[in-house]
């Protein structure tokens, strides 16, 4: 039977920065540890599927000032992360720290490599000191540690019960209805543990406000685009309506900008992203709010729109070349909004499909600031999905639309998974092209 509690601590979990550069300092400092000359690193070699690839190349790293990719993230989870820290990994870094990782990455000691066959989660980190090597695999999930060895033997591995339990997403019912009957096992301990995600997430909202003059130390407050700012800026000049689809694409895009700018604060994830997390989460509790409705009313939304988010994500995969964020968080928000507007489980599928027939096709270019504009348009197009559907509007069989969600759903999946195939080793193309070095003259 799918136990709900286990859901939400396997697919609900604070993580700090992006997760996919999160992953990789996991696995070097998870291997790190096994080393007993870890002041003695000789190098640091990560090699990652595509898909972390893509997707850590150019985002902020938290607590860096700036600093950014996935061969940053490994040098400091070597210098300084603790692997007990699960996805906040890096919370404990310092500037001293971060000026050293950059110093290891100009020098080639810290290095990711990209396998273009492997998909989704997938991190190989290998740690060489003049006497040792250590090795460590996350595989399937962000935070998934499958195997760590030392010198050739391994030291741990997980058994194959350990590995499913760290998807639970496995475990969802197949049929979307058994999907939204799991919210009847909500207890007040998930309430309060969902209530805290809002909290979190709306932390990281209001620091993606503020300007650079508002907070002392850099690091505190978005450092890169200000979507999120600038939509609030609107309604305060009366150039955008203050509206609730505004209100919500506002404070959404804010606590994307924050995050992939590096702010130095945790999210709550969804489906193993922090960005699936603010998409899933904040639309759901901002409405709520503006409802007037009871903590246990917005915290059984949440896990409706968790439980959704992760029903579209088991179908499209955990990284996939089209944006999770606005195709399975978007339609995890849709769900958890229209039942707080009193839909009931039809019109939480209508909201699904119209979401679907909206964003399916949003590509994933990897994770950086202009997220914050998926992001924000997946949590605003949420909100008018489920006044849709709740008005009485619906899909019949159309495109990609079928006679039922699990068809539709089903739809998506074979699209990204098949017809995608090739889409994220083109997009690493053009970025690679971007970040190649200048040639010396």
């Known amino acids: 039977m799918f136990n709900l509690k286990n859901f939400l601590k396997q697919e609900v979990k604070p993580a700090l920065g992006c997760t996919e550069p999160g992953a990789v300092a996991l696995a070097v400092a998870r291997a790190c540890e096994e080393l007993s000359d870890r002041q003695d690193i000789a190098s640091v070699r990560a090699v990652v599927s595509g898909s972390i690839y893509k997707n850590g190349m150019a985002v902020g790293i938290p607590g860096t000032r700036g600093a950014r990719g996935n061969a940053i993230a490994a040098a400091l989870g070597a210098i300084c992360g603790k692997a007990a820290n699960g996805l906040e990994v890096l919370k404990d870094s310092s500037r001293e720290d971060v000026a050293k990782a950059e110093q290891w990455v100009r020098d080639e000691r810290a290095t990711i490599y990209c396998d273009p066959d492997r998909t989704g989660v997938y991190v190989m980190a290998t740690i060489f000191t003049p006497e040792h090597k250590a090795v460590c695999l996350i595989e399937g999930g962000h935070s998934n540690i499958v195997k760590v060895a030392l010198d050739g033997k391994i030291v741990f591995e997980a058994t194959r019960g350990e590995e499913d339990a760290a998807s639970a997403v496995n475990e969802l019912p197949e049929t979307f209805a058994e999907t939204l009957e799991a919210v009847s096992q909500l207890d007040g301990e998930d309430e309060r543990f969902l209530l805290e995600g809002v909290r979190m997430n709306m932390a990281i909202a209001e620091s993606g406000f503020k300007s650079h003059e508002d907070c002392a130390a850099c690091g505190e407050c978005a450092q890169g685009s200000r979507f999120g700012r600038s939509l609030r800026g609107f309604m305060e000049e009366g150039r955008l309506a203050r509206d609730p689809a505004n209100e919500i694409r506002s404070v959404a895009s804010a606590a994307a900008d924050a995050r992939m700018s590096g702010v130095l604060l945790p999210v709550m994830s969804s489906a193993g992203s922090g960005n699936h997390g603010i998409t899933a989460i904040l639309p759901v509790a901002i409405f709520g709010k503006s409802r007037q409705k009871s903590d246990c009313e917005i915290a059984r939304a949440l896990a409706v729109s968790h439980l959704v988010t992760s029903y579209v994500k088991r179908s499209i995969g955990r990284l996939s070349p089209v944006c999770g964020c606005a195709v399975a968080a978007g339609s995890g928000a849709a769900a958890g909004i229209t039942g707080l507007l009193g839909g009931g489980a039809r019109e939480i599928e209508d909201?699904?499909?119209?979401?679907?027939?909206?964003?399916?096709?949003?590509?994933?270019?990897?994770?950086?600031?202009?997220?914050?504009?998926?992001?924000?348009?997946?949590?605003?197009?949420?909100?008018?999905?489920?006044?849709?559907?709740?008005?009485?509007?619906?899909?019949?069989?159309?495109?990609?639309?079928g006679g039922t969600i699990e068809e539709t759903v089903k739809n998506i999946g074979l699209i990204n998974r098949e017809g995608l195939k090739t889409v994220d080793r083109l997009i690493i193309g053009i970025l690679d092209e971007r970040h190649r070095p200048e040639p010396a003259i």
């Open 351 to 401: 909201a699904v499909a119209l979401m679907l027939a909206n964003l399916a096709g949003m590509l994933c270019d990897g994770a950086k600031e202009s997220c914050a504009l998926k992001v924000g348009s997946a949590a605003a197009e949420a909100y008018l999905a489920a006044n849709w559907a709740v008005s009485g509007e619906s899909l019949m069989p159309q495109g990609l639309i």
